[in-house]
């Protein structure tokens, strides 16, 4: 089966696709999730997971490998410390792509990827797909809403100035 050329260009030149694939690497490691497009996700995936791979070494020539690549001492700072500690017992696997609607300007095809160990919120739903559907001026449901809305305006209104008056008493 023919499979698709690799990397993915995302229409860049090889120096701006690697200045934007450090930077955000450099953002997913050290905000833990990252909201892009679907192409840049999943390029972002594999180098992200051999970043981690790298550091689990340990080594200061590890570090430094990581740095070539990342140029941000405080990503490098916490992939080492805090990242690499919670993903020692994984071997691979540790980001995770979660496709999203599509953006609302270009429709272009929106991903959320995160660290698989810090994601706490993904487990219950946590990306619900946006409401985009007309409603109908006279509906019945905003009619109602309406109407709850100006009877407790009214009701509320006579309340405050008998609250004045007993205040000045």
């Known amino acids: 089966m023919r499979k698709g050329k690799l990397p993915r260009k995302l229409g860049r ?14 953002q997913l490691i ?3 999730r990252v909201t892009t497009t679907e192409a840049k996700a999943k390029e972002m ?3 992200v997971d051999k970043l981690i791979t790298r550091a689990k ?23 080492f410390e805090d990242v690499v500690s919670k993903s020692a017992e994984r071997n691979g696997g540790y ?13 272009a095809k929106m991903a959320l990827i995160e660290l698989v160990d810090y994601s706490e919120m993904t487990t219950e ?5 946006q409401d985009r559907s007309r409603r109908v001026k006279g509906s019945k449901k905003a009619i109602d809403e309406k109407t709850s ?15 004045e008056e007993k205040k000045d008493a």
């Open 13 to 26: 030149t090889a120096s701006h696709r690697r200045a934007t694939l450090a930077n955000l690497s450099s």
């Open 30 to 32: 050290i905000y833990k």
């Open 45 to 47: 995936k594999r180098i």
């Open 57 to 79: 070494k340990g080594t200061v020539h590890a570090q430094r490998e990581v740095f070539k690549f990342v140029r941000d001492k405080e990503a490098v700072k916490t992939l």
């Open 95 to 107: 980001t995770r792509v979660i496709k999203l609607p599509p953006r609302y300007g270009d429709a």
């Open 125 to 129: 739903k946590a990306v619900k797909r």
């Open 149 to 163: 809305d100006d009877s407790a305006s009214v009701e509320a209104a006579p309340a405050a100035p008998e609250a």
